[in-house]
């Protein structure tokens, strides 16, 4: 399981035209889920997620975490972050979890991420969403489980 944070100002996601989920000041996690990943693997990213310190200090050095600040998750589903692109020119989507289990356990990332931190929002699984976003830095990471 694989989780691209990007420390934001704001973020939202569009479907259709229609608004499903925004933050303010917060966390912008695209989350990736891999063939042979389960619910352990999704409890240990949301760990690392919420306390990974990405948010200054009053000394201005990254040593806050996104709880400590109090901001935002926004968490959009992202099968491409699990693509094989060691070979040719064109990804391989075979490393990637099928949609419908991958789905159980973005579902199941977003239920443990509403009980652990308030602010959270999401995007539509599956869907062709638009993201929007102020990068804060840019400040941008990438979490394994």
Avoid: C, W
């Amino acid at each position: 399981m694989l989780a691209l944070l990007q420390r934001v100002k704001e973020a939202k996601v569009d479907v259709d035209g229609e608004l499903v989920g925004a933050i303010g000041p917060g966390l912008l996690v695209f989350l990736g889920v891999e063939r042979d990943d389960g619910t352990g693997d999704a409890d240990r990213l949301l760990r690392k997620v919420l306390a990974y310190r990405v948010f200054s200090d009053a000394e201005g050095k990254m040593n806050l975490s996104v709880q400590d600040a109090g901001g935002g998750v926004l968490v959009v589903s992202q099968f491409t972050l699990a693509a094989d692109t060691q070979k040719g020119l064109r990804p391989s989507f075979s490393s990637a979890k099928p949609p419908a289990e991958a789905e159980v356990l973005y579902e199941y990332f977003l239920q443990q991420a509403r009980s652990a931190h308030g602010p959270v929002a999401n995007g539509r699984f599956g869907a062709d969403m638009q993201v929007s976003l102020v990068n804060d830095g840019p400040v941008t990471f990438l979490l394994r489980a």
